[in-house]
């Protein structure tokens, strides 16, 4: 596995961490429960990082040094590529010949590293995308920066280098034929999971074997509203407030200032909800969002509702889990997401979720069922949608009780057994072409 511009080990919701970090972690651990042997190889981003980390067993975490450890930004990384080759390749060849099957890389930056690994050792390239510049770009937030051309050309090298591309959706996949030219013969459709032994509803117990795990739903409505309870209590929530959630990373493209405009419409609307809303934003600054690391909480000043935001750190999954247990509704207003991992672990805690209709978000959310799908970004039209867990009170539950049926269907051990057989067919693939080439060679 190839992860060039994040580490798998930092904490998703800071800087570039994010869904890309949780789907490497998780499905690097299933493949190597299912018996393939996962190295994922990073860049050093501190000097006192060591070379070598296990992430789990059968998972090893490889930092390589280039370029400076840190302040280094993301668009600076095309400059370092030819350094990070270097170290994989040097890592490569202090092996036997024929040590790696298979090299995926993930996002552009990791597939240009990958392209040249996979033809030197005579292994398929399998390539996921996770965003895509064009996609990016055609959907870009107010005042947000388009992707360069540079990526653009990058993920078109990748595209064409790569023997499979993993899609999470079929509109991924339409976006990679329609956009980039990928065949029909590289693309898979493979949907990303959560982890539902992290991610449960309160009282739900996991159950099935190790690296199976699906939660029971709770069969008492009262005991997981007690436990919800004491998770809000612990959070320093208001018991019977609506709790609107968002979590991720704060940046244009996640659109959390929707959220922060369509509260403050529904408060001008209805002031005497302000006693009754309240809306945790979990996360830090990221991507275009470092620029204006604070422009958010001015947002909020400007428009008078800083009473009822609640600006919290990243946490750990299990502290995550928690936040999206006690919410009412996780919010998620994105103007792109090639999936939406946020909306799954929601989910599978029991919480319904409003997201914007907009890439694998409709695939990850029932609409009317398990949450809503709102179209556009008017802060208007979330209102009205928001406004309903206000009106009706039994939706919260009702909805959330069909979502975390709807997320058991996800589990990370369906995508990773997918993946490890994409994985097979490639390597047979590739080695039946090599035969082919060597018995054309002899007959020359």
Request: charged residues 20%; aromatic residues 6%.
């Amino acid at each position: 596995m190839l992860s060039v511009h994040t580490s798998p080990l930092h904490q998703p919701g800071t800087g570039d961490a994010g869904g890309m970090n949780v789907y490497i972690v998780e499905l690097s651990k299933r493949l190597a429960e299912l018996g393939t042997e996962v190295e994922i190889f990073t860049r050093a981003t501190a000097s006192e990082l060591p070379p070598l980390v296990e992430l789990a067993p059968g998972v090893l975490v490889r930092h390589v040094t280039a370029g400076p450890y840190e302040g280094l930004l993301k668009e600076d990384l095309p400059a370092q590529l030819c350094a990070f080759t270097h170290g994989v390749l040097r890592t490569e060849a202090g092996h036997r010949p024929g040590h790696y099957d298979v090299v995926h890389s993930h996002y552009w930056l990791s597939g240009q590293v990958g392209w040249l690994a996979a033809d030197r050792w005579g292994v398929p390239l399998v390539h996921t995308m996770h965003t895509m510049a064009k996609v990016k770009n055609a959907s870009l937030a107010v005042g947000d920066t388009p992707e360069p051309a540079a990526r653009v050309i990058g993920e078109s090298q990748v595209v064409a280098a790569a023997d499979r591309l993993i899609a999470n959706t079929d509109e991924e996949a339409e976006q990679l034929a329609e956009h980039y030219g990928a065949l029909r013969g590289q693309l898979s459709v493979v949907h990303p999971g959560v982890n539902l032994e992290v991610f449960r509803p309160a009282t739900a117990t996991p159950t099935g074997p190790v690296g199976d795990a699906v939660s029971d739903l709770a069969a008492d409505p009262a005991a997981e509203a007690a436990r919800v309870r004491e998770i809000r209590a612990r959070l320093g929530l208001p018991q019977d407030a609506v709790v609107l959630l968002f979590a991720g990373r704060i940046q244009p493209l996640k659109a959390p200032d929707v959220l922060v405009r369509a509260v403050a419409q529904l408060l001008d609307e209805s002031p005497e909800l302000r006693e009754r809303i309240v809306v945790p934003i979990v996360g830090g600054p990221s991507g275009s969002g470092l620029a204006k690391p604070e422009a958010l909480q001015k947002l909020a000043a400007q428009l008078g509702v800083c009473d009822v935001i609640r600006f919290q750190p990243p946490v750990g999954q299990a502290a995550l889990a928690d936040w999206y247990r006690a919410a009412t509704a996780l919010v998620m207003p994105s103007y792109s997401e090639s999936f939406g991992l946020v909306a799954l672990e929601a989910q599978a805690c029991g919480t319904p979720v409003v997201a914007a209709a907009v890439g694998g978000l409709p695939v990850a959310v029932r609409d009317g069922e398990t949450g809503f799908l709102v179209h556009g970004h008017d802060p208007r039209a979330w209102a009205r949608t928001l406004r309903r867990f206000v009106d009706q009170p039994e939706l919260g539950a009702r909805m959330g009780a069909a979502a975390a049926r709807h997320a058991r269907a996800f589990g990370w051990d369906t995508a990773a057994r997918a993946t490890a057989e994409l994985y097979a067919d490639s390597i047979a693939r590739t080695r039946a072409a090599q035969a082919r080439g060597m018995a054309a060679a002899t007959v020359r």
